[in-house]
């Protein structure tokens, strides 16, 4: 069974700052996608990066990348130039291709404080 | 932001009564997902919906029943509600559970369900 990893329960970072959150998967699937969801205080989760497995070159939405090591099974995100609003709970996400499920699969989460 | 509302957003009730979320969405997407959210467990599935009438258990099924009799609504039911089913429950809508893309998932606002 697929699984997700997150071994950063919590983490904290400057305002204007960089910071990297963990994530690591195990799948003997070849084709499937990676995601970062952010929930605020307001519990709505919203989709910040997604990354396709099948693509080398790494995801990128603004202040937001990744760096997808498929051999190593890891999909850390990078939050450059933080912000206070980028404090949130991160869930790593995992779903494969194909099956007729589509569900995703989570970690637990990490929980990012960001100080002025 | 995608039309998906939840009902109610806050409940509580008393071990051993029945409850019944409701999950409408007006984006006429076929799939649909009920997931929990736990402290230290992330999001896990519950039930999910392929179709109007289709339906198959996810990892935690146990202690919950669904029912779709149309494409914009997806009903979770509690037969006999535990404390172990206080939690948060979300749904989710995607326009494609399988083949490839990433097929993004769509989450509602969330229900806070405090079982006593």
């Known amino acids: 069974a697929q699984t997700v990893t997150q071994s950063q329960p919590e983490m904290s970072v400057q305002e204007a700052e960089t910071v990297t959150l963990s994530c690591t998967y195990d799948?003997?699937?070849?084709?499937?996608?990676l995601f970062w969801y952010k929930q605020p205080p307001s519990r709505q989760m919203i989709l910040v990066i997604r990354?396709?497995?099948?693509?080398?070159q790494n995801a990128t939405e603004n202040r937001f990348s990744v760096n997808f090591q498929k051999a190593a099974k890891s999909f850390s995100l990078k939050i450059s130039d933080s912000q206070l609003g980028d404090a949130a709970m991160y869930f790593c996400?995992?779903?494969?291709?194909?099956?007729?499920?589509?569900?995703?699969?989570f970690g637990k989460g990490t929980k990012l404080s960001v100080k002025p | 932001d995608a039309g998906i509302t939840q009902s109610p957003r806050h409940k509580v009730t008393e071990t051993g009564t029945p409850v019944t979320l409701r999950c409408h969405q007006t984006?006429?997407?076929?799939?649909m997902y009920w997931y929990r959210q736990d402290p230290g467990h992330g999001l896990r599935l519950i039930h999910y919906?392929?179709?109007?009438?289709?339906?198959d258990k996810g990892e935690v099924s146990d202690g919950y029943s669904v029912s779709r009799s149309k494409t914009e609504d997806f009903l979770l039911t509690l037969e006999s509600a535990t404390s172990s089913q206080t939690s948060v429950y979300f749904c989710?809508?995607?326009?494609?559970?399988?083949?490839?893309?990433?097929?993004?998932?769509?989450f509602g606002p969330g229900t806070r369900l405090t079982v006593l």
């Open positions: 989710a809508i995607s326009e494609r559970g399988r083949t490839s893309g990433t097929n993004e998932q769509f």
């Open positions: 799948t003997s699937e070849s084709d499937y996608y």
């Open positions: 990354q396709e497995a099948y693509k080398q």
């Open positions: 996400a995992y779903r494969k291709d194909g099956g007729s499920q589509g569900n995703l699969i």
């Open positions: 984006e006429n997407h076929r799939y």
């Open positions: 919906s392929y179709g109007v009438k289709d339906t």
